[in-house]
């Protein structure tokens, strides 16, 4: 059976716009902070675009509502724990913002 017009575009729509979409391994999850300013961004490794990012109380919101697991560096030469990154990425996943 043939498809149909209709179901050809909405198939090559569908799979264009996975092709833009990253993925978890496309990104990297970044945290900034220092006193009361926090920040966490969502950077695209393919063309070094920042996809989606949190500031101070919006940032901080993610945790309160359990979105985000703690983790964030206290000082400049620490990293990100492996658990906070995921939890970014589980959450960026589960909006659209990332391809699963």
Known sequence: ????PLEKWERQAKRAKNVGTPTRDDVRVEAWQ????????????????TIIEWWDDDAREMFE????????????????????????????????????
Do not use: A, H
Not at 34 to 49: A, F, S
């Open 65 to 100: 509502q359990g979105w985000f697991k703690p983790g964030v560096p206290q000082y400049s030469w620490d990293k990100p724990t492996p658990q906070f990154i995921n939890s970014v990425l589980d959450y960026c996943e589960s909006i659209g913002v990332l391809r699963k």
């Open 1 to 4: 059976m043939t498809d149909t």
């Open 34 to 49: 220092e006193r009361d300013r926090l920040g966490i961004y969502v950077t695209d490794n393919r063309n070094e675009k």
